[in-house]
């Protein structure tokens, strides 16, 4: 149940004002062939090119290098023996390829996190003051434009590849804040768990079937075609974003009456003008904010080590080729996209039917979203050579971190949806880090690629997710904070 509250006391009061929209709570708008709905499956569709170009060069990673040269320097008694595979047949590639070493492997994984981080919080503001469609949108084509240079680029040298990485980051390092800024209009609050899972499930589903099909285009073409073909992805998507979404549900000219109240309605006591006057002070000294800050920080060092990395671990550890490599590189987020949207459609239940105060709701998905998968992974690194175990493990690791989807993640809206876009970048600022500097300090422990290196990879992943669930079941809060609202609200209707 949506309730106003201060910062400090967890027994959060309701206010008068909040009780009263309760009471008369706007008509529900039926969910099957609505706009916001709508919107949820194109912003998921667009969340899934986001991160098919993210995470492709994982996969085109490991056919990027010259593997003579690897095998003589990777490869020690401690690393499994190569899965038994059927013999394939060999392809004529022409491709090149190249002796990049570990610590490079590193930065180039690395480095798109370098652009993700410049922009964060320019997108949220940008969004709030500008609208968030055509950021959003120009920013994924920004992203779809520098992945078709990839091949380009990795032929001139490691560093142009590491500069194109940067600038796909920037252009992708908006499209967070903006859609969290998109759905602050259209999201009502009862349904922000549903509408937001089902958005960003295109990440995980992005990640599920680029992972696999990266590995089939390097093998039957080369690995110059998954750029192209997850480009010409993006394009497409594009095409739709642009001719068939809108701002806010008051500028979009085919959404129906009875929606457009809806939504409006149920968000008339909730939203100030974030056009004008911003609190920053406010906002960069709230408790509930950086416990926000903490927990995704903490969520993300397991999430991106995982995301670069696990291509790497399946090859190089667990000895499976590349195009087994991106079938079971996929399975944990498989695992991750189905667990989310059950958690999504869970939260909004228990808060809605069971009524059940937002902020315990929040902290009890965060709490099984993050210690879950810190326990499974730890375990990951003591399967030794069982590679089913191993992968049974890896999956449940990732699919319990979907459950922090209903957690923490969409706890922005909660507190300050006027502001929502402007948070997420505060936040996904910090997030970002672990994404820039995980993949480094990984490959750095693992230059030798022993099962003993990868534990410790594990355990620091482990010990991060773990102190991130502490503090914000400590500090978080669920309800809408007051510099968030207009005081003239509290006067009027």
């Known amino acids: 149940m949506e309730r106003y509250g201060s910062d400090t006391d967890g027994d959060e009061q309701e206010t008068p004002l909040l009780h009263r929209g309760h009471e008369d709570k706007p008509q529900r708008a039926p ?123 990795a032929d001139l040298g490691a560093t142009y590849l590491i500069a194109v990485r940067v600038l796909e980051g ?18 009502p609050p009862l349904e922000r768990s549903r509408l937001l899972t089902i958005s960003y499930i295109g990440a995980q589903l992005g990640t599920v079937i680029s992972l696999p099909l990266s590995g089939e285009i390097c093998f039957y073409l080369d690995w110059t075609y998954v750029f192209y073909v997850f480009g010409a992805v993006g394009l497409v998507w594009f095409v739709l974003w642009t001719f068939l979404v809108f701002d806010s549900p008051n500028t979009h000219p085919r959404i129906s009456e009875r929606e457009r109240l809806y939504i409006t309605s149920s968000l008339k006591n909730e939203l100030a003008s974030s056009a004008g006057h911003i609190p920053w002070g406010a906002i960069v000294t709230s408790i509930p904010l950086w416990a926000i800050v903490v927990a995704h920080f903490s969520y993300n060092w397991t999430f991106y080590t995982l995301l670069t990395l696990l291509p790497t671990y399946m090859n190089d550890v667990l000895g499976f080729s590349i195009q087994q490599n ?36 929040r902290k009890a998905f965060s709490l099984v979203g993050m210690i879950g998968p810190a326990v499974f992974l ?53 997030a970002t880090i672990p994404g820039m500097v995980g993949p480094v300090i990984a490959r750095a422990l693992t230059s ?12 620091i992943a482990a010990a991060i997710n773990l102190f991130g669930a502490s503090v914000y079941t400590v500090f978080g809060r669920g309800t809408v904070q007051p510099w968030a609202v207009k005081s003239t609200y509290s006067h009027g209707d």
Request: glycine share 10%; net charge neutral.
């Open 170 to 187: 920037i252009g992708e390092g908006v499209t967070f804040p903006a859609m969290y800024a998109m759905w602050a209009a259209w999201a």
């Open 31 to 153: 969910a099957c062939c609505s706009s916001r709905y709508g919107l949820a499956l194109l912003s998921s569709f667009g969340f899934f090119v986001v991160y098919s170009l993210r995470v492709n060069l994982s996969v085109a990673m490991v056919d990027m290098l010259n593997t003579t040269h690897q095998a003589s320097t990777n490869h020690s008694s401690s690393v499994c023996p190569a899965h038994a595979n059927p013999p394939r047949p060999k392809h004529n590639h022409t491709a090149s390829v190249y002796d990049w070493n570990s610590e490079t492997q590193g930065w180039i994984l690395g480095s798109f996190f370098y652009g993700y981080i410049l922009t964060q919080i320019p997108g949220g503001y940008l969004a709030g003051r500008y609208g968030p469609k055509w950021l959003l949108g120009f920013g994924i084509l920004g992203t779809v434009i520098f992945t078709l240079l990839t091949p380009v680029a």
């Open 326 to 361: 991106g079938w079971l590189s996929s399975l944990p987020y498989l695992g991750c996209a189905v667990v989310a949207v059950v958690s999504g459609q869970l939260a909004d239940y228990l808060r809605e039917t069971c009524l059940y105060p937002t902020v315990n709701v």
């Open 448 to 459: 030798n690629n022993t099962i003993e290196e990868w534990q410790t990879v594990f355990y």
């Open 378 to 430: 730890v375990a990951v690194g003591y399967t030794g050579c069982n590679y089913t175990l191993a992968v049974t493990f890896l999956t449940i690791s990732s699919s319990l971190g979907g459950v922090s989807a209903s957690g923490f993640n969409i706890n922005h809206l909660d507190i300050a949806p006027s502001y929502a876009g402007i948070l997420l970048g505060i936040t996904n600022t910090f």
